[in-house]
């Protein structure tokens, strides 16, 4: 379950553009009713959460992670002897974010691992939230938001996948 941090995408939902069932927080689904009067505040603030889902498959020694979006390659990589590609460059909108864990690391390590992306859902780019840049000065000296924030379900998407695909390796 995740907010949506895109105004875009909050809008198209509360326009009824993007046919989804919505959750409240403690996880019940959305009335038809309270759908109806579902505003952008609702999504942008958290009161009405998206459900999506990640999911692994597993032949043999091949490892194969499912996630609902296009993933930044440095949420997937990680660096030899462990630990995150994910830059903290000057301009981004949160520049004290911790980096999201590597999401090979939650797999295992003696496995043939690969991702494949816009799996079962699509929740547009998945970016970490140390890159996410939306509001000037933009980062890598851009006079504009980078495009794929703007196409984005929003900050949070990255950190809530990490934390799906940590519950689901748990045994």
Do not use: C, K
Request: glycine share 10%.
């Amino acid at each position: 379950m995740l907010p949506t941090g895109n105004l875009s995408f909050a809008t198209a939902l509360a326009l009824g553009v993007f046919d989804r069932r919505m959750f409240h927080p403690e996880g019940d689904a959305w009335s038809p009713a309270e759908l109806a009067g579902l505003t952008v505040a609702d999504a942008l603030e958290g009161r009405a959460l998206l459900e999506s889902e990640v999911g692994l498959l597993t032949l043999g020694p091949l490892e194969i992670l499912f996630v609902p979006g296009e993933l930044y390659p440095e949420l997937w990589l990680s660096r030899d002897g462990g630990g995150s590609w994910v830059e903290h460059p000057d301009g981004a909108d949160f520049p004290a974010a911790a980096a999201e864990p590597p999401l090979a690391e939650a797999l295992s390590p003696a496995a043939l691992r690969t991702i494949v992306n816009q799996a079962n859902d699509s929740l547009g780019y998945v970016i970490p939230r140390a890159q996410f840049d939306l509001e000037a000065p933009y980062t890598y000296g851009r006079m504009s938001a980078p495009y794929g924030e703007g196409v984005s379900n929003g900050p949070g998407t990255a950190a809530a996948i990490a934390q799906a695909v940590e519950e689901m390796m748990r045994p």
